[in-house]
């Protein structure tokens, strides 16, 4: 039992390049399969808003005429389906305004390229001379820059200033700003 509430952890990775390696196809798999999502959805919502914004211009219209206005079926059908469809059109616009499908979508692919490019790089350099540490550090930051970039365009808001700390060889704290993977607005 004691294993279980004290466990030991040794914090060594066997295999350094297999390890960020996997860091960064998990994070382009990420990037990548979200960019579907708000592909699909970008697509979806402004399909639904283009089609049901001509049809209530049709609807009202149509509604308006002596042909639908004086008859007993299709009036009161006509006078229910315009508000009906302006208030869906109103909630489909709100959850693409609120949502941004379009700029989430360009900035996941974004994203996901330059991870894709960091990745190239590392695999391309001589495994004698990988910095891993570096490397993840440079992942994080990117990470790090999306998720502050995702949170200023949805919530309007802006992130404090934050630095990735990590250790010297010697064990004392050392703290490197992330300035330089902040992607610019």
Known sequence: MS???NPKFEGKIVDKDAYVHEAYERAIG????????????????RFLSIFLGALLT???????????YGDKL??????????????????????????QWGSSWRDM?????????????????????RDHAAELQILNGLLLAETESFFQRILDSQIGE???VSKNADGTQKTKELEKFKTSE
């Open 162 to 164: 934050y630095a990735a």
């Open 58 to 68: 049709l609807i009202s219209s149509l509604a308006a005429t002596q042909y639908i």
């Open 30 to 45: 990420y990037y990548r399969n979200a960019r579907r999502t708000t592909k699909r959805s970008y697509k979806t919502y």
């Open 3 to 5: 294993e279980i509430m």
């Open 109 to 129: 692919s974004v994203h996901a390229q330059k991870i894709t490019s960091e990745r190239d790089r590392f695999l391309a350099t001589d495994p004698d001379k």
């Open 74 to 99: 299709w009036g009161p059908i006509f006078a229910v389906a315009t508000p009906i469809i302006a208030a869906t059109l109103s909630v489909i616009t709100g959850l693409s305004q609120s949502f």
